[in-house]
Nanobody, 124 residues
Framework: VQLQASGGGLVQAGDSLRLSCAAS????????MAWFRQAPGKEREFVPT????????YYADSVKGRFTISRDNAENTLYLQMDSLKPEDTAVYYC??????????????????WGQGTQVTVSS
């Protein structure tokens, strides 16, 4: 397994969750990473991206101020801290490894490898 996501679960609105994604070094080193999510009946959408160094980050408007993406380059691990969760955040969350080092690439086709997904369910 090259990308392994974990940390999902069932929480109430207003709660927090922290997702993790363990990656192989080959995919992680020098590459931007991202989280995407897919809700039932909807297309998969970008959530945040982070560049290879971890300095530059971009967030979807729907999660700005509530979610924080980070990475530990020594441990080849990507994180997503999700605070103030809302029912509309309910989705399967996927981590993805970019073909680029910059965080400005956010289309699905910009990413070469995907984790298996972890379910996040937020009840009202």
């Amino acid at each position: 397994v090259q990308l392994q996501a974990s940390g999902g679960g069932l929480v109430q609105a207003g709660d927090s969750l922290r997702l993790s994604c363990a990656a192989s070094g080959r995919l992680f080193r020098g590459k931007a990473m991202a989280w995407f999510r897919q809700a039932p009946g909807k297309e998969r959408e970008f959530v945040p991206t982070i560049n290879a160094s971890g300095v530059r980050k971009y967030y979807a408007d729907s999660v700005k101020g509530r979610f924080t993406i980070s990475r530990d380059n020594a441990e080849n691990t990507l994180y997503l801290q999700m605070d103030s969760l809302k029912p509309e955040d309910t989705a399967v969350y996927y981590c993805a490894a970019s073909r680029f080092s910059g965080a400005e690439y956010r289309r699905e086709t910009d990413f070469v490898s995907w984790g298996q997904g972890t379910q996040v369910t937020v009840s009202s």
